[in-house]
């Protein structure tokens, strides 16, 4: 090691130098290059991370504000079944409806009619070859107005009411006044799952 220094040392300054100067570049190329390459990527994987990181947080607490307005909605509303059989569902929808109306003390006059829905998110749920039926029962009511928020109140908490699409309170015609009664005309829906092209 010491011949070897002092061979360095017997040569000329200009070719000290250069040697040096070869010896920085090596070091250079094959050990601080690599070093920052290194450190690049792990800082490129760091941040890959945590913008991954972010947006995990960010939709958690999107499902946290969704949860909380779910469940705000089952507590006001009542819990919603998931479209069902286009036969059983009609069935028990109708009976469940008839149901809250004879247990609010009101008569009953209603008729039926269906409408597909849309398209929408529902959709890509169920299924290209499948649609969503809408079976719709037009109620006319005839009671105070406390009656008809209540009955109305009561018919939303039906796990088969996918919604109340409509309700129109008026009073009612001259021959048809009693007190201080009013008229509601409430549609209300419950929605079932069809296979398409299959007849109405």
């Known amino acids: 090691m010491s011949s070897l220094i002092a061979r360095i040392k017997s040569l000329p300054r200009s070719m000290r ?68 059989d286009p036969e059983a569902r009609p069935v028990e929808f109708n009976r469940q409806i008839s149901e809250v109306i004879s247990r609010n003390g009101l008569k009953e006059d209603s008729t039926l009619r269906t409408a597909t829905l849309g398209a929408g998110p529902l959709a ?31 018919i939303e908490r039906l796990p088969t009411v996918t919604t109340i699409s409509r309700v129109q309170i008026r009073k009612p015609g001259e021959n048809e006044q009693a007190g201080r009664k009013v008229k509601a005309d409430i549609s209300v829906e419950t929605w079932t799952i069809e296979r398409k092209g299959k007849a109405r």
């Open 124 to 154: 890509g749920v169920i299924g290209t070859d499948k649609r969503i039926q809408r079976n719709i029962k037009e109620l006319t009511i005839t009671a105070t107005p406390e009656q008809v928020i209540k009955l109305i109140s009561d």
């Open 17 to 84: 130098w250069l040697l040096t100067g070869g010896v920085l570049c090596l070091l250079y190329f094959f050990v601080v290059e690599p070093v920052i390459v290194y450190v690049n990527s792990v800082n490129m994987d760091s941040d890959k991370i945590a913008v991954v990181l972010e947006r995990a947080d960010v939709e958690r607490k999107a499902r946290e504000g969704s949860d909380k307005i779910i469940s705000t909605g089952k507590a006001k509303f009542g819990h919603v079944e998931f479209p069902g």
